[in-house]
């Protein structure tokens, strides 16, 4: 999955709570040094920098990651109508933006298209969260180096949650998109599936998949208590 | 077979490769309801999920036919397990299997295909059928033959000390359980001396028989592995209570409970109300089946929890259906408790008449009856007659008797499992007719 990197600290509650729904791990900072200091291995995925009063430090910032890897990191400009001006003669250092207060879908949109370059960061075969990893190859999954025996729905199903983290998704949706058929126990398979994901992961680790009330479940962490 | 299916059966093959398995039990169920197994290696799995495996039917009691003994099991991939307790030399899984004609079609003596099939037709009414079972069994130590069974410990409801080996036996079974996909809601010690209850969480019909089938299992082989006898034998000692298996119904349409009313006062909609109106009305023709031995009617009996009236309430206890008021009011906990059926009841046969008494109420509307919230075991039987609540049937022979006459239990078992369960039963009863009780001898020898 991958990390953003995020400008200035703290971000926006809308900005916040769109990058944990739409399942990004992101990371707010203040300046161009705790950027370098937070930097995981693979590099950041993309920069979220929000455009406002302290306009000179956001270019500033936009500026920095630039110069320490030429494009690979791609920057997302929030910036509401007024500034848009600013945005001339500085194409070089952002590669989109959207308009604030800003539409938590586009966002999302924009956010995907900017990062697709990039690819997953993890590799291909593999999806790991915490202490869970799925080989996708050999189908075996572990949780902390403990072998996981699942039956093959229980396997869809966590592996299409662990490879959207932080995101959540209503029944319908897990159930059209992991089952994809006429099951016998129609919508509410989902529901006993998860709880028997979380039995198998054990007790102490059962709110790895939480319930997201009236929604539906989510996977891993969020910053919002949703 | 579709795409869906090549996954889950690549999915198996890797498994049993990665995980080194040794073995591959297949697993199916008798008409009585008791495990069945046969072992493959690991190098005729593909070709047992591609075309399943053939063997004799007739060597396994209620699949034998006059014409075509052999019969094939197809393993249903998606049930395919590690089981925890294998041997440390070679790692074992389950699968459990349909039982088909050699020309592909739905064996009928399989209780696993006439439970899909009753299932189906609840999906082509719209619902999805969901069952929680509470299962009440025994600890003894090794059984002696003629003595009576030795308890454990003489632990009251709720008891909990450090030297109770069975807590522990009770621990380790849910952790087993868990690690198979089977996770459980609640478990204590019961009023009876070594008598434990074990509730299930809530899952589809089909799903919950396999995982009855593999709690009985489990249960009973933790328990062997610290030489401990379990049983789910429905009355194994006199004088105290008999092991249940109480089950929590629900019908689903969609993501909708279709027993949850708001506004009514019960919060029961008119579905669930019809749906008891059939469970009412069938009840006594379904009780060979879901009280399958002569020793499940020396359970149903008054003063023992048991029901012996056919009646509802919602907190009454003597009844035969009883409604839960859900936590919180929690709509997707709507449901209604059968609380007949005993753990030595072939799950997927049971399920299967539950499941058709009720539909026929909701399909033909039945009315519901009132409510029966008196204690019915202290009214007499011009009282019960006045609120036309009628007995549960008394003995194996009188609820075979009615069982017969069922057009509903013949529908739903179809024609091969109802002949024969009626054959097997008649002469289970008729052997325990011919006996000379101790009862007999107390009472007659010396006075007649």
Redesign the interface.
Known sequence: MEYLVVFPDPPSADLARTLDLSGYRWKAVSSPDEAIEHEPGGGWAGAVVTVEQNAESAWAFCRSLRRRDASSCRILLLISGAELGQLELRDDIFDDFCLTPFHPRELEARLRHLTYSEGPVTRADMVEYGGLSLNLE???ATFEGR?L???????ELLKFLAQNPGKVFT??ILLSRVW??????????VD?HI??L???L?EEHANLIQTVRSVGYRFGQSRWGV | MNEMGEQQRDYVLRTADERGVRLVRLWFTDILGNLKSFAISPAELENALEDGMTFDGSSIDGFSRVQEADVLAIPDPNTFEILPWADPKGTEARVFCNIHNLDSTPFEGDPRQVLKRNLDAAVKAGYSFYVAPDIEYFYFAPPVPGETPKPLDEGGFFDLTTSDIATSLRKETIRTLETMGIPVEYSFHEDAPSQHEIDLRHTDALTMADSVMTFRLVVREVAAAHGVHATFMPKPLEGVQGSGMHLHLSLFKGESNAFYDADDPYNLSPTAKAFMAGLIRHAAEITAVTNQTVNSYKRLVPGFEAPVHISWARNNRSGLIRVPVPKKGNPMATRIEYRSPDPATNPYLAFSVLLAAGLRGVEQGYELPAEADDNLFELDNTALSKLSIEQLPQSLSDALHLMERSELVQNALGDHIFEWFLRNKRSEWRGYKTQVTPFELDRYLRSL
């Open positions: 050999t189908y075996q072998a025996d699942l039956t093959y729905m229980e396997y029944r319908e994809g058929y006429e099951y016998y126990g129609g919508a509410r398979t006993v709880r028997r979380r039995a198998k054990g």
